[in-house]
């Protein structure tokens, strides 16, 4: 469909989301956030297990914080509510409106910005101590602006911590693994939505309103981190949470890359 703007048509997808509580779009707890504020706090950033909090400064008071493509209501007020002075920036206006609800809820001071996440240029450089990233990265077309962004608004010796999917699941029939529960090597990567699926297949698999997926590559992931000026320091991985692959191979990876300090 050349006429699709994929932003556009992503941005709709998530609000749709939302609409139809999607796990990703139901807020946290009052009880949650109660327990951050006493410093018994945790977020993922993959999967669905906390991510160590070793990644993160040892303590959040004061911390300026880039919750990137991270609406929904979920790691932002967590964040929020150990200390950290958050903005979250994300294409979905009820996404974001997710966080403002508990904000509100909880009286959490926390600030939301509508966009694309290839366009951070709402914000000055060098804006934030710690750009958190979840997975959220396979709805973007390209990822070299946004590593070259996260950079630019990152103070030195700020941290970028990002979860995204392993590009080797999109290697598989998505009929054969959904229906039959079978792993059938059908598409070569890097992989799109657009350009892998006919039309009428990406309405059947994903509906009219579907989001967009792409699977990018490690090269896009982790070598466009290092090519935007990071530095790797952390690296993990963790099973799908559903599905037929996660017996064969990890279905997420996460990275801790640094800014250097001048």
């Not at 946290?28 to 945790?42: C, L, N, P, T």
């Not at 037929?244 to 997420?252: A, D, F, L």
């Amino acid at each position: 469909m050349p006429d699709l703007d994929p932003v556009r048509h992503n941005r709709d997808a998530w609000d749709r989301l939302v609409e139809r509580g999607d796990q990703w779009t139901v807020p946290v707890s009052s009880e949650v956030i109660a327990r951050a504020r006493a410093g018994d706090w945790s977020v993922v950033l993959i999967g669905h297990e906390p991510q160590p909090r070793h990644w993160f400064p040892e303590s959040l008071v004061g911390v300026d914080i880039l919750a990137l493509a991270s609406g929904g209501g979920q790691q932002a007020p967590v964040l929020a509510a150990a200390g950290a002075r958050v903005t979250v920036f994300d294409n979905s206006p009820r996404q974001l409106a997710r966080d403002r609800e508990v904000a509100e809820r909880d009286g959490l001071d926390l600030a939301t910005v509508l966009g694309d996440m290839r366009d951070l240029s709402a914000f000055a450089d060098g804006s934030f101590d710690l750009v958190f990233h979840p997975v959220s990265n396979l709805f973007c077309p390209d990822l070299e602006p946004v590593w070259r962004e996260c950079f630019r608004v990152l103070r030195p010796g700020g941290s970028l911590l990002a979860g995204f999917l392993n590009p080797d699941l999109y290697v598989f029939d998505r009929d054969s693994e959904d229906n039959r529960g079978e792993l059938v090597v059908r598409h070569a990567l890097p992989y799109s939505d657009l350009t892998h699926l006919s039309d009428e297949e990406r309405v059947r698999l994903n509906g009219p309103h579907g989001a967009l997926e792409y699977s990018h590559t490690m090269t896009d992931q982790i070598g466009g981190q290092m090519a935007a000026g990071f530095h790797l320091v952390g690296f993990v991985e963790a099973p799908h949470h559903s599905g037929v692959t996660r017996q064969y191979m990890p279905g997420y990876f996460a990275t801790r890359a640094v800014k250097p300090r001048a």
